[in-house]
């Protein structure tokens, strides 16, 4: 791939190729394209972009005609608008210029420069947000042992820590009042400075009592970045969206996993694991230049009340989402969270083997999480996210039973399977105005939490009680089997709606 600069600006890819077509195939190249851009005609065999993911575009032909054979050489100039990953996408999109097809990777719907580089801004934070989001998930069970405290105990400290929700609750209300952008970053430097503060911890309830203020603050930095992907992103990529950052997110969170084996150095090895994050900060400083304010805030934000219809809809739609949160978190948090100590204490595996087994067996689920944002968004949200809940929840808890290859299998299914309900995440930012879109997704994922927190409290002292995960979580499994049901039964289908469509009083932005 040759390179080129325009404008005494920084190199950009330059894509050739040469075939031999027939009468029909010229005329195929001499017309403007509408797959990964939308072309216009622009001088002679001369196309620009207009509709796409590039800052810049430019298609030339050189063509030798014949009678019925042509030689033509067909070049691209492009600069793509995916700030931080655009080497990594300059690969795919090599690739796929040259052919006139939609390939597997691209979104349902097109992508437009604004929404391609605000989702690949908010990718990157995601990853930011994803590491501090298991630290004391990936640490409690080593942070325990050198305080000499017990499976109980680290229940109660992760039961505790989610009050930090009521943090993130704050952040959304006034995110709905301030802006989306602002409230993001603030959020993003102080759950760094706190995260940090952690590794001088004297005992575990100072560590728990850091990790609530930061994990609040974690929290509403998921929030935000999955409304502001929703708000920016076109009615048939929305869960498309929130997949690629539930990528991210497991990206940052597979990062704490990889740094996990320094607790086998030293007792207080784990701490390292808590100044890592600190590495981010030019990556923040980054976002923080690029990352604009989204226009459904900025046209919405004057809005200064709602119809009584939509008000009682959205009270209505609230219920059925946090309680679907409650139900769903109520096994999830507990089988996550206990995992390390569940490996550690009761098969006997160090760091480096938890590492090992985390990696091995999470890292397939990234197929599951891609594949569920485009099933999302192509097949409806309901059957997928239903699939998810029943499928990941019964092998997750086989694994908990099993031991050797049986578990790792068991719980492989139950991870990939599992990772499917990645469909149900676009539904909190969809179903709510744009004037209490942040605030309503702190109040779900407040509600979620006092689920992840029964979780915690009765898996750790079922643990404690039978010193075996095995029934403890087997009674946890009831929520998110519940929750299947409420899905299939109760959740409206949104795949393919304009948010306007969705909640009709807010003002419509005809470009997403």
Not at 232 to 261: C, D, I, K, N, T
Not at 411 to 435: C, D, K, Q
Not at 488 to 504: D, S
């Amino acid at each position: 791939m040759l390179r080129t600069r325009l404008k005494g600006g920084p190199p950009i890819p330059r894509v050739s190729h040469t075939v031999i077509v027939d009468n029909a195939g010229l005329i195929e190249l001499r017309s403007p394209r509408d797959d990964l851009m939308k072309e216009q005609l622009e001088g002679q065999d001369r196309f620009v972009c207009v509709h796409g993911p590039f800052e810049h575009y430019e298609r030339t032909l050189v063509v030798s005609e014949g009678e019925n054979e042509h030689e033509v050489t067909e070049s691209f100039v492009f600069r793509l608008a995916i700030p931080l990953w655009r080497p990594l996408f300059n690969l795919f999109f090599r690739r796929s210029l040259l052919k006139r097809n939609i390939p597997w990777w691209a979104p349902p719907n097109r992508l437009n420069a604004r929404a391609a580089k605000i989702l690949s801004l908010l990718a990157a934070i995601q990853i930011v947000d994803g590491y501090l989001g298991t630290v004391i998930t990936q640490t409690i069970t080593f942070a325990a042992d050198e305080f000499g405290r017990g499976s109980t105990a680290q229940g109660v400290t992760l039961a505790i820590v989610r009050v930090g929700v009521l943090v993130a609750l704050g952040v959304m209300f006034i995110a709905d009042k301030k802006g989306r952008r602002r409230l993001l970053l603030v959020a993003t430097l102080g759950a760094l400075a706190l995260t940090a503060l952690g590794a001088f911890s004297p005992n575990l309830w100072f560590l728990g009592g850091t990790q609530i203020v930061a994990r609040g603050l974690t929290t509403g930095m998921g929030i935000l970045i999955g409304v502001m992907a929703a708000e920016e992103l076109p009615r048939g990529s929305r869960a498309y969206g929130v997949s690629l950052l539930s990528l991210s997110a497991a990206l940052g969170a597979g990062m704490a996993v990889w740094v996990l084996p320094v607790a086998d150095l030293h007792e207080q090895g784990w701490r390292i694991v808590y100044l890592v994050p600190l590495l981010s900060l030019p990556l923040i400083a980054a976002v923080r230049r690029q990352l604009p304010e989204t226009l459904r805030f900025e046209v919405n934000s004057e809005v200064e009340s709602l119809s009584s219809e939509q008000q009682h809809l959205e009270y209505r739609r609230l219920f059925l989402l946090a309680a679907g949160a409650f139900l769903f978190l109520f096994f999830a948090s507990p089988a996550s969270q206990f995992q390390n100590d569940f490996l550690r204490d009761h098969r006997n595996y160090n760091a480096a083997g938890i590492t090992m087994y985390t990696l091995l067996t999470s890292t397939p689920a990234a197929v599951g999480i891609f594949l569920a944002g485009k099933w999302a968004d192509t097949r409806g949200r309901r059957p997928i996210g239903a699939v998810g809940l029943v499928g990941g929840t019964l092998f997750i808890t086989m694994s908990y039973f099993a031991s050797s290859s049986l578990m790792w299998a068991t719980h492989l299914a139950g991870i990939v399977i599992g990772s499917l309900t990645v469909a149900l995440g676009v539904y909190g930012p969809e179903l709510f105005s744009t004037r209490h879109r942040a605030k309503a997704n702190g109040t779900i994922v407040t509600i979620g939490v006092l689920g992840s927190a029964s979780g915690l409290l009765l898996v750790g002292f079922l643990q404690d009680h039978f010193n075996n995960y095995g029934p403890a979580f087997l009674i946890a499994a009831i929520g998110p089997l519940l929750a299947a049901v409420l899905v299939l039964t109760r959740y409206p289908e949104t795949a393919q709606t304009k948010l306007e469509e969705l909640n009709p009083d807010d003002i419509e932005i005809n470009d997403l």
